[in-house]
């Protein structure tokens, strides 16, 4: 059974920063694109980044271009968001996903706040 | 960035009944069409892929249609546990993006 963990949520002041993780089992981590996508309280999805199989390609959506860095360790089969100079905006629950969205982590909760 | 417009924004429907959903890209997007459901506090669980491929587990009354611009998830007979949120996305071109959502409410 596939399964994706997302943790290190939490509260953080504008300006922070914040590292969430993804805990994949299931299926073999190595061969799969990975992504996050994140959904503010109360609105639609938003995609935010994906990494290919060996992490030779990231692409960030441009509102997070330059703060979050994506990332992976295929031995851990863990996949990271390295969320820097958080704002307001970036409140929101985000989702580890595989690939485009076959399969969703239940979510983690970042809240930015003074 | 590829707009994907979902309509309606609000949908009511009797159990039973069937419900049509749209979504429309600002540019084609080939079949490239992914279809979610999200009920209040759990992730987007998906539906159907590549327009009209049901995922694994979901139920036949699911079915996807369309090409290039013009998509639609048709539920052939409504189910109380179907009453959620509906997303579009597209996976054609980086950034991947989703519809705004149509919610399916029971009439």
């Known amino acids: 059974e596939v399964q994706l963990v997302e943790s290190g949520g939490g509260l953080v002041q504008p300006g922070g920063s914040l590292r969430l993780s993804c805990a994949a089992s299931?299926?073999?981590?190595?061969?799969?694109?990975m992504s996050w996508v994140r959904q503010a309280p109360g609105k639609g999805l938003e995609w935010v980044a994906n990494?290919?199989?060996?992490?030779?390609?990231?692409y960030y959506v441009d509102s997070v271009e330059g703060r979050f860095t994506i990332s992976r360790d295929n031995a851990r089969n863990s996949l990271y968001l390295q969320m820097n100079s958080l704002r307001a905006a970036d409140t929101a629950v985000y989702y580890c996903?595989?690939?485009?969205?076959?399969?969703w982590g239940q979510g983690t909760l970042v809240t930015v706040s003074s | 960035e590829i707009v994907m417009t979902q309509s309606p924004a609000t949908l009511s429907v009797s159990p039973g009944e069937r419900a049509t959903l749209s979504c429309r890209a600002s540019q084609s997007v080939s079949s490239n069409l992914a279809w979610y459901q999200q009920k209040p506090g759990q992730a987007p669980r998906l539906l159907v892929y590549s327009t009209s491929t049901r995922a694994t587990g979901i139920p036949a009354r699911f079915s996807g249609s369309g090409s290039g611009t013009e998509f639609t998830l048709t539920i052939s007979s409504l189910q109380s546990e179907d009453f959620a949120i509906y997303y579009c996305?597209?996976?054609?071109?980086?950034?991947?993006?989703f519809g705004q959502g149509t919610k399916l409410e029971i009439k």
């Open positions: 996305q597209q996976y054609y071109a980086w950034p991947y993006t």
């Open positions: 299931g299926f073999t981590f190595s061969s799969h694109w």
């Open positions: 996903a595989r690939e485009w969205g076959t399969y």
């Open positions: 990494i290919k199989q060996d992490g030779s390609e990231k």
